[in-house]
């Protein structure tokens, strides 16, 4: 496996929510910047911050101090909540402070798994721009670096760029009115416009593009230029919420690039949440957040995912696993999107049901056994071996994959895009459903490929992927639309108001920066 090493500098150690963070011992800098090595081992630090959650794995001497729970504060554990339990694909039977208050949707600003996604955020931003300050050409020749080791960490340097761009997307979707930092300072930072934001994002992309490597040449799991064009389809897929403007031939064009970049679908979709992902599906998946149960290791990330999917009558074993957390499943509203709900057999083939001993309704979201359990991530290879440890998961998660771009394609193209095709976007289409079913018989004409059928194929190719929230919102199905089992803390459902598209901005926050000011409706 080729893995970037998760092992970064002492002196980079900081455990606090400070949007100002600072190393605590920049006094020494000009002596550990002195050595080339120093450079990779921080930006090891930056793609850490997206998986790991702290200095000492899998807990000990966290990156943030807020909650109890160390594991809680995993980047992908937050997003995917937010992502994911907010919506029809996923609940969670735990009954920990705020965590049901999420499908609900009855959150406040108090909400703590809220607040550790926004300090999250800004963790990893902070951390890229003193990465960015600490390796400007200037600071590179002061400390007696050669043009030789300058030139790679140029390179450094733009993939920093990336990750504190990946960041502020996730911010600008998620609480939109955010402040903008790029630096680091001691004044209290100030909000920016969504626009403001979104430009910045746009700008970063774009100036990193040329910088970074072609497709699949980057070492595995840092990104490449790939990863810029995913990001970019995200971004522009999503103008008209974020802007207020239509960006959909842009979204075309980025599609269309990472279409040239060699990727190809996987023959195996379940092989995508396997342990042996990253060997087997490198072709499709286009920038993942590696994880590994020996030297990776976290309660977060697919460890999460893994184990709180288990439950009821699963036998963790034959999920790569000791145990299960028997805490998330999914609603009534994801199964029928697969199919007749009382011929599972017959499903979409992406369904990953496990229906023994389960209900297909939740009467009680406190029960697992109350809904279909969701066995789409496993710590089991391709050939039936379990991962290393039983704890810890192998399994990498896929930050971004090509069946997410064909998808996009098609919306884009049915959203009016000028330099789609709608034959192409259909030929797209239909390898994905290919893959699916191993034939032809999934395929459908172009007739039946409209807006309504392309959200629910997501659902079907994308579900506890991380993508179901921001879909909705870009579909007007989020709040004041769309109901599904327990939104609005009932059991039939019922709509909910539209402010809630936003998450607020932490209390937390806005009592130590009066700069701030809350998102409406909070």
Wanted: hydrophobic share 40%.
């Amino acid at each position: 496996m080729k893995k970037l090493a998760y092992i970064f500098l002492a002196i980079f150690v900081v455990a606090c929510t400070d949007l100002d963070l600072k190393p605590e011992e920049a006094d020494v800098d000009a002596v550990v910047f002195q050595d080339p090595a120093s450079y990779r081992s921080y930006l090891a630090k930056i793609y850490a911050a997206y998986t790991l959650t702290g200095q000492q794995g899998p807990a000990g001497r966290p990156d943030i101090t807020i909650v109890n729970d160390e594991g809680f504060t995993s980047y992908i554990r937050a997003y995917w909540k937010a992502q994911e339990l907010t919506t029809d694909e996923a609940v969670i039977a735990w009954s920990d402070a705020g965590i049901r208050d999420l499908h609900y949707q009855t959150w406040s600003s108090n909400n703590q798994f809220m607040q550790v996604l926004y300090y999250r955020v800004y963790y990893i931003i902070a951390y890229a721009n003193d990465f960015l300050t600490q390796s400007t050409p200037s600071k590179l020749s002061e400390y007696g670096i050669s043009a030789a080791d300058q030139a790679v960490i140029e390179e450094y340097r733009a993939e920093a760029r990336y990750l504190r761009a990946l960041a502020y997307w996730h911010a600008l979707d998620m609480f939109r009115n955010i402040p903008l930092i790029t630096s680091i300072s001691t004044d209290l930072p100030s909000q920016a416009t969504p626009l403001e934001v979104f430009e910045f994002i746009e700008t970063e992309l774009n100036e990193v593009e040329p910088q970074l490597p072609d497709p699949m040449s980057n070492e595995y799991g840092r990104v490449d230029k790939g990863a810029v064009w995913m990001l970019q389809a995200k971004l522009y897929l999503n103008a008209e919420v974020y802007i207020n403007e239509s960006r959909y031939d842009e979204v075309i064009t980025a599609c269309n690039k990472v279409f040239g970049g060699g990727y190809s679908l996987h023959n195996t979709y379940a092989e995508l949440w396997m342990t042996d992902n990253d060997e087997l599906a490198n072709s499709e998946i286009i920038f993942a957040l590696a994880h590994d149960g020996d030297k990776i290791q976290t309660w977060g990330g697919t460890t999460f995912l893994v184990h709180a999917a288990i439950g009821g009558s699963m036998d963790p074993a034959l999920y790569g696993v000791g145990g299960g957390w028997a805490g998330t499943r999914t609603t009534y509203g994801m199964v029928e999107k697969f199919g007749d709900t009382l011929d599972i057999a017959n499903m979409d083939p992406r369904n990953f049901f496990y229906t023994a001993g389960q209900t297909a309704g939740i009467n009680d979201v406190a029960t697992f056994e109350d809904g279909y359990a969701v066995a789409k991530w496993v710590n089991i290879s391709s050939t039936g071996e379990a991962g290393v440890d039983p704890d810890f998961v192998d399994t990498d998660y896929p930050v971004f994959r090509l069946a997410d771009a064909y998808l996009m394609y098609a919306e884009a193209t049915l959203r009016g895009g000028a330099n789609g095709d709608m034959n192409t976007a259909l030929g797209y289409i239909n390898m994905i459903r290919e893959r699916a079913y191993g034939d032809t018989s999934g395929n459908i004409t172009i007739g039946e490929m409209d807006l309504d059928f392309i959200l629910d194929e997501r659902v079907r190719e994308l579900h506890w992927e991380g993508t179901r929230r921001v879909d909705l919102i870009r579909y007007g199905q989020f709040s004041d639309q769309g109901v599904w089992p327990w939104k609005g803390g009932v059991k039939e459902g019922v709509v909910t108001s539209s402010h809630l598209d936003v998450f607020p901005i932490p209390a937390s926050d806005l009592n130590v920066n009066p700069n701030l000011k809350q998102n409406e409706g909070y």
